[in-house]
C-alpha cells in the first residue's frame, strides 16, 4: 500500500471514496435525503476541480496493493484568516470503513503535514460534525479543540461542527 499524489485520472476513485464514506460515517448523522442525493459523478467532477485548481490546494491518496483508492486527504493554506494561529487546513479525509483502525489516516494525515511543512505552514486546523465519532482520532493525534460551536444546515438539520487545531514547532 502506498500513499501518492492524486491525479486527474484518480478522481472517480477519490470521489467513491467520498460518497462511501460519508454514507457509512454520517449515516444517523446528516439527513438520509442529503445522502441519498450524493453521487459519484457530482464528486467525481468537484475532485476534478479540485485537483486542477492552480491554488495550492494538494491531494494525496492511499492505494492498497490493487491500485485502488481506499483513502485520501486534502487541503492547503487556511484561505479565511479567521482562526490564528492555523496557517494550514485539512479540508477532507477519508478511508473506507473496512480499512478503519490501521492507521492508514494517520499516515494519510502526516503524509499531509508535511507537505504544509514544505510551504512552511506549520499550523492547521480541521473542522468535523460535533456527532461524528471520528473526531477523536483528531484528539489521539494530539489536536486541541479549538471551536466547540459553528451551526452548518443540512437538509431540514441544523448540524454542529468543531474544528481542532495542531500546531507543530
Known amino acids: 500500500m502506498m500513499i501518492r499524489e492524486a491525479t486527474i485520472s484518480d478522481t472517480a476513485g477519490i470521489a467513491k471514496v467520498h460518497v462511501d464514506c460519508w454514507r457509512t460515517t454520517y449515516k444517523n448523522i446528516i439527513p438520509a435525503e442529503v445522502l441519498e442525493q450524493l453521487s459519484y459523478e457530482q464528486r467525481t467532477e468537484l475532485w476534478k476541480s479540485n485537483i486542477s485548481s492552480e491554488d495550492d490546494h494538494q491531494v494525496?491518496?492511499?492505494?492498497?496493493e490493487k491500485g485502488e483508492i481506499i483513502g485520501f486527504v486534502s487541503g492547503g493554506p487556511e484561505?479565511?484568516?479567521?482562526?490564528?494561529p492555523y496557517e494550514g487546513e485539512v479540508t477532507a479525509i477519508y478511508v473506507l470503513k473496512e480499512y478503519h483502525s490501521l492507521g492508514l489516516g494517520?499516515?494519510?494525515?502526516?503524509?499531509?503535514?508535511?507537505h504544509l511543512s514544505s510551504m512552511?505552514?506549520?499550523?492547521a486546523i480541521v473542522w468535523v460534525l460535533a456527532?461524528?465519532?471520528a473526531r477523536y482520532f483528531y484528539e489521539q493525534l494530539g489536536a486541541k479543540l479549538?471551536?466547540?460551536?459553528?451551526?452548518?444546515?443540512?437538509?431540514d438539520k441544523n448540524l454542529n461542527m468543531v474544528a481542532y487545531g495542531w500546531e507543530n514547532k
Open 146 to 155: 479549538v471551536v466547540e460551536q459553528h451551526l452548518i444546515k443540512m437538509g
Open 131 to 133: 456527532d461524528n465519532p
Open 79 to 84: 484561505k479565511s484568516g479567521e482562526y490564528p
Open 120 to 123: 512552511n505552514i506549520h499550523s
Open 106 to 114: 494517520k499516515q494519510l494525515f502526516m503524509r499531509f503535514l508535511q
Open 60 to 64: 494525496y491518496v492511499f492505494e492498497n
